[in-house]
């Protein structure tokens, strides 16, 4: 099969700093501002009204195309508006398909589970049972540790530094960002970070005090139920474990008996080349979260995937009213069937990736970077600066010329590349070369 991109390249995008000065959504009167809450964020940074998107293109209302190399941040992996899974919710919604279906048995659930099972789960070996847990991914972690508490019986669990997991209480008391966790207003608790890879510059080795402090009965440490971990770390600065790494760190989890709860939310469904982001690493995970792109289309859907004898859900006992998002079912099903009934999109986002590589290196190697470092894997990079508020300046410069890219890290130092997977070799590096000409004009 060959993955075409969903739309033709446009014109390289002319240079429009003044765009940030017009238009309704930077007027002092716009009703966004009057009437939308403070907590507004992504809106700031690209301060125009958007109206409609193809492909690897937004357009704001004016007319004036964005190139998106943030792609919904991961939920848009094969797109905007994919035509092959706009047609088919077009086909669903026309035939009166049910759109809210609560968890009741439906032919479009039906589809999908069928479509998940036979082209994710069983050619990959992995026998997990699905829950819907709610529609966004943070239902789905929080669905996760409600059950690795209840199949252990015990309260704690351990993220990592830099982990992100999402805003509801559970999510957020794992989660490591101080400016998010202080929105909680009340302690975040039986939750304790480790260093994640890396974070100690190689300088100790790996899980040395994470395997103390079980192994000691005076380290304070609470018993584990469970172990919380992002293969790449997205919102926390793209940082990469090592394949090393997270085979140490399932093992460790078997010797000590904690679950391990891979979260996928952004790095699975292809991002880093295969279907999820573990399976280089050859580890299987006794609970997957997904959500994002599992959907296909940007519809809200999310999985909480969990070996079979972790199934100690009673009926109902996690409930929740927007469970059964049919259109959702419908696209996820089209996007499994087109892009993954073979090896071509990993082949495709491996090869992807190499092309930003490439680039993130050059620009690394000129001067204007001043000492930027970057990784990634697959279709996930970061280009870090020693310079902490360069990022910021970057991503506004891009944004000018025409790209949008987002910053992640504690403090936003990293300019994170998230384009969908779908995106064109040729819209690649129009995109890579605004890149690297807004860190030249920020030098
Ligand atoms: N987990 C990870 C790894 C994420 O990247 C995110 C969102 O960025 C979430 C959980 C939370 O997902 P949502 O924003 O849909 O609640």
Same mark, same amino acid.
């Given at each position: 099969?060959?993955?075409?991109?969903?739309?033709?390249?446009?014109?390289?995008?002319?240079?429009?700093?003044?765009?940030?000065?017009?238009?309704?959504?930077?007027?002092?009167?716009? &009703?966004?501002?009057?009437?939308?809450?403070?907590?507004?964020?992504?809106?700031?940074?690209?301060?125009?009204?958007?109206?409609?998107?193809?492909?690897?293109?937004?357009?704001?209302?004016?007319?004036?195309?964005?190139?998106?190399?943030?792609?919904?941040?991961?939920?848009?992996?094969?797109?905007?508006?994919?035509?092959?899974?706009?047609?088919?919710? =077009?086909?669903?919604?026309?035939?009166?398909?049910?759109?809210?279906?609560?968890?009741?048995?439906?032919?479009?659930?039906?589809?999908?589970?069928?479509?998940?099972?036979?082209?994710?789960?069983?050619?990959?070996?992995?026998?997990?049972?699905?829950?819907?847990?709610?529609?966004?991914?943070?239902?789905?972690?929080?669905?996760?540790?409600?059950?690795?508490?209840?199949?252990?019986?015990?309260?704690?669990? &351990?993220?990592?530094?830099?982990?992100?997991?999402?805003?509801?209480?559970?999510?957020?008391?794992? /989660?490591?960002?101080?400016?998010?966790?202080?929105?909680?207003?009340?302690?975040?608790?039986?939750?304790?970070?480790?260093?994640?890879?890396?974070?100690?510059?190689?300088?100790?080795?790996?899980?040395?005090?994470?395997?103390?402090? =079980?192994?000691?009965?005076?380290?304070? =440490?609470?018993?584990?139920?469970?172990?919380?971990?992002?293969?790449?770390?997205?919102?926390?600065?793209?940082? &990469?474990?090592?394949?090393?790494?997270?085979?140490?760190?399932?093992?460790?989890?078997?010797?000590?008996?904690?679950?391990?709860?891979?979260?996928?939310?952004?790095?699975?469904?292809?991002?880093?080349?295969?279907?999820?982001?573990?399976?280089?690493?050859?580890?299987?995970?006794?609970?997957? /979260?997904?959500?994002?792109?599992?959907?296909?289309?940007?519809?809200?859907?999310?999985?909480?995937?969990?070996?079979?004898?972790?199934?100690?859900?009673?009926?109902?006992?996690?409930?929740?009213?927007?469970?059964?998002?049919?259109?959702?079912?419908?696209?996820?099903?089209?996007?499994?069937?087109?892009?993954?009934?073979?090896?071509?999109?990993?082949?495709?986002?491996?090869?992807?990736?190499?092309?930003?590589?490439?680039?993130?290196?050059?620009?690394?190697?000129?001067?204007?970077?001043?000492?930027?470092?970057?990784?990634?894997?697959?279709?996930?990079?970061?280009?870090?600066?020693?310079?902490?508020?360069?990022?910021?300046?970057?991503?506004?410069?891009?944004?000018?010329?025409? =790209?949008?890219?987002?910053?992640?890290?504690? &403090?936003?130092?990293?300019?994170?590349?998230?384009?969908?997977? /779908?995106?064109?070799?040729?819209?690649?590096?129009?995109?890579?070369?605004?890149?690297?000409?807004?860190?030249?004009?920020?030098?």
């Amino acid at each position: 099969m060959t993955i075409a991109p969903p739309n033709p390249s446009p014109t390289a995008a002319p240079d429009r700093s003044d765009r940030s000065c017009h238009g309704p959504a930077g007027s002092p009167l716009s &009703v966004f501002e009057a009437v939308e809450s403070e907590v507004r964020s992504y809106c700031r940074g690209w301060p125009v009204v958007f109206d409609r998107a193809r492909g690897s293109h937004l357009y704001d209302e004016d007319g004036h195309a964005y190139l998106d190399f943030f792609a919904g941040a991961g939920a848009l992996n094969y797109g905007h508006n994919n035509p092959v899974l706009k047609r088919a919710l =077009l086909d669903y919604i026309e035939r009166d398909g049910i759109t809210h279906g609560l968890d009741m048995s439906t032919t479009a659930k039906r589809a999908f589970l069928e479509s998940f099972q036979n082209n994710v789960l069983r050619p990959r070996d992995l026998p997990y049972k699905v829950m819907f847990p709610g529609p966004t991914g943070t239902n789905a972690v929080e669905a996760a540790l409600k059950l690795a508490r209840k199949v252990k019986g015990r309260e704690a669990v &351990v993220s990592f530094t830099n982990a992100f997991h999402g805003m509801s209480l559970g999510a957020l008391a794992v /989660t490591g960002n101080a400016f998010k966790r202080a929105g909680a207003g009340i302690p975040l608790v039986h939750g304790t970070p480790m260093p994640f890879d890396g974070y100690l510059d190689g300088q100790v080795p790996d899980f040395l005090w994470f395997e103390r402090l =079980l192994e000691d009965r005076g380290s304070g =440490l609470n018993r584990p139920a469970a172990v919380i971990v992002e293969t790449v770390q997205g919102e926390g600065g793209i940082n &990469v474990a090592r394949m090393e790494w997270l085979r140490r760190l399932s093992e460790l989890c078997r010797t000590h008996d904690m679950l391990l709860i891979v979260d996928d939310i952004q790095m699975g469904c292809g991002r880093t080349g295969p279907f999820f982001s573990f399976e280089e690493a050859g580890i299987v995970p006794d609970i997957v /979260t997904l959500s994002k792109s599992i959907g296909g289309y940007g519809l809200p859907m999310s999985l909480t995937l969990f070996r079979p004898e972790l199934d100690v859900w009673e009926p109902g006992e996690h409930n929740g009213t927007f469970r059964g998002n049919n259109p959702a079912f419908v696209t996820a099903t089209a996007a499994l069937e087109t892009y993954w009934a073979d090896g071509q999109m990993e082949k495709q986002t491996l090869a992807r990736g190499e092309q930003v590589e490439q680039a993130l290196s050059a620009i690394c190697e000129e001067g204007a970077g001043h000492g930027a470092r970057y990784r990634g894997r697959g279709l996930v990079w970061g280009l870090e600066f020693a310079d902490r508020a360069r990022a910021s300046a970057v991503c506004a410069r891009a944004f000018e010329l025409g =790209l949008l890219v987002e910053t992640s890290g504690p &403090v936003g130092e990293v300019v994170k590349l998230l384009p969908a997977l /779908t995106i064109s070799p040729d819209e690649l590096d129009e995109g890579l070369r605004i890149l690297a000409r807004a860190v030249r004009e920020t030098a």
